[in-house]
């Protein structure tokens, strides 16, 4: 391994243990939100599985960033009183 890649991994692994509760909490909301925003849309629209899936990804994605920033906030609040 090279020098760069040790650093990309290092770096890698110190973002992961810092953020760790914050990253877990995240994917588990955005499994959730991808399999809500799915059946709302095979419900709703009336549209297939394939099409509910790829139009779906979107908006998800989106509020993970937003729910990921959220988190961190919170937990630098809770976790400092």
Same mark, same amino acid.
């Not at 890698?12 to 955005?30: F, P, Q």
């Not at 790829?54 to 990921?68: K, Q, R, S």
């Given at each position: ?35 809500? %925003? ?6 709703? %629209? ?9 139009? %779906? ?25």
């Amino acid at each position: 391994m090279t020098e760069f890649t040790h650093g990309i991994h290092g770096a890698a692994r110190r973002i992961y243990e810092n953020n760790k509760g914050s990253l877990v909490r995240t994917l588990v909301y955005t499994i959730g939100h991808f399999i809500i %925003a799915i059946t709302v849309l095979m419900l709703v %629209a009336d549209v297939s599985f394939m099409i509910a899936l790829t139009d %779906a990804i979107v908006e998800p994605l989106a509020n993970t960033v937003w729910y990921f920033l959220l988190d961190k906030f919170w937990a630098s609040k809770v976790s400092s009183k």
